[in-house]
């Protein structure tokens, strides 16, 4: 079964600069859809980016991540990362990776409800 395993997060000042890293395990297919969610207590999960590859990829950010964040993964398909800068109070939450099973059809981008693989997440704190 597909398995996620985030790293990366940490505390950092306002300003500062994370990379988040997620591991994919046992994903067997060429086609991914997968993304990085993140909650804070007592709201909802909200997805931040979502990249979609096949060949070509398309990514798509939240409006609080757009210009600040960057979702990408290697060439093997063996990792996704978040790389996110001028990190502000707003942004620290529970930051997890999720993919689509393989094989899956439909859309992929910030509004896809699919997501059936999670990770355990990674937490980011920026405080000064």
């Known amino acids: 079964e597909v398995r996620l395993l985030e790293s990366g997060g940490g505390s950092v000042q306002p300003g500062g600069s994370l990379k988040l890293s997620c591991s994919i395990f046992?994903?067997?297919?060429?086609?991914?859809?997968m993304g990085w969610f993140r909650q804070t207590p007592g709201k909802e999960r909200e997805p931040v980016a979502v990249?979609?590859?096949?060949?070509?990829?398309?990514?798509y950010y939240s409006a609080s991540g757009k210009g600040r964040f960057t979702i990408s993964r290697d060439n093997a398909g063996d990792m996704m990362y978040l790389s996110m800068t001028d990190l502000t109070p707003e942004d620290t939450a529970l930051y997890t990776c999720?993919?689509?099973?393989?094989?899956?059809?439909?859309?992929?981008?910030?509004?896809?409800?699919?997501?059936?693989?999670w990770g355990q997440g990674t937490q980011v704190t920026v405080s000064s």
């Open positions: 990249l979609y590859f096949g060949g070509f990829e398309n990514a």
């Open positions: 046992r994903y067997t297919d060429f086609r991914t859809c």
């Open positions: 999720a993919a689509l099973p393989p094989g899956f059809r439909g859309f992929c981008d910030l509004t896809t409800k699919d997501f059936t693989y």
